[in-house]
């Protein structure tokens, strides 16, 4: 199984929106809604921020959503803070209780 | 809360054996989740190695499979990976992780612990 594919950085100022693509292939991300997003800042834990495709666990702002088309799943960040500067990868269910992340995607806040 | 924290050798001569524990707290490991190894090499992405279910059973990346195994201690609350027959491919941070079983993503993850394969 291949990573996702991911661009590599992403940008925005402050109050602006970024969308980040994961793209997979029919075996992973266009073949299950297990689609997942992680927020990751160095020397922390990961943490979830969108599980199937477009669920927000409690606590994390509506600001994050998620969405998928295809072979494609996509996060979006609406009303980009600060505190939103980090490295962000998908996750996707492959079949056969495998999983597959993505590439990763840096966001910069301007 | 759940946490997770991960423990083991910093740095593996190649050709040796990798072996890291992760001791869950707040949540007993013998719970309807699942437990797993994820590793992110120096400036590279996530790489899922494998995971546990509350069941025992094991399924891996198809990539690593020949060389990891992940086993369960309840009696401790803990579960560990053996890499065998590391290279310097194998130098990564390695985060352990719970997963939920129904919607196939990992809510619960560890720092990380970071593995030098050199001798």
């Known amino acids: 199984q291949s990573a996702l594919t991911q661009p590599p950085s992403a940008s925005g100022s402050p109050g602006q929106s970024v969308t980040i693509s994961c793209t997979g292939t029919?075996?992973?991300?266009?073949?299950?809604?297990?689609v997942s997003w992680y927020q990751h800042h160095p020397g922390k834990a990961p943490k979830v921020m969108i599980y199937?495709?477009?669920k927000r666990p409690s606590g994390v702002p509506d600001r994050f959503s998620g969405s998928k088309s295809g072979n494609t799943a996509s996060l979006t960040v609406s009303g980009l803070q600060a505190e939103d500067e980090a490295d962000y990868y998908c996750?996707?269910?492959?079949?056969?209780?495998?999983?597959?992340f993505g590439t990763g995607t840096k966001v910069t806040v301007l | 809360q759940v946490q997770l924290q991960e423990s083991g050798p910093g740095l593996v001569k190649p050709s040796e054996t990798l072996s890291l524990t992760c001791t869950v707290s707040?949540?007993?490991?013998?719970?309807?989740?699942?437990w797993g190894w994820i590793r992110q090499p120096p400036g590279r992405g996530l790489e899922w190695i494998g995971s546990?279910?509350?069941?025992?059973?094991?399924f891996y990346n198809p990539s690593l499979k020949s060389r990891v195994t992940i086993s369960v201690d309840t009696s401790k609350n803990q579960f560990s990976l053996k890499l065998y027959s590391v290279t310097a491919a194998d130098t990564a941070t390695y985060y352990c992780?719970?997963?939920?079983?129904?919607?196939?993503?990992?809510?619960?993850w560890g720092q990380g612990t970071l593995v030098t394969v050199s001798s």
């Open positions: 996750s996707s269910y492959a079949g056969s209780n495998n999983f597959v």
């Open positions: 199937e495709v477009s």
């Open positions: 992780a719970r997963g939920n079983a129904n919607d196939y993503y990992f809510d619960f």
């Open positions: 029919s075996s992973d991300v266009g073949g299950y809604n297990f």
């Open positions: 546990m279910y509350h069941s025992g059973t094991t």
């Open positions: 707040s949540n007993s490991i013998s719970s309807t989740y699942y």
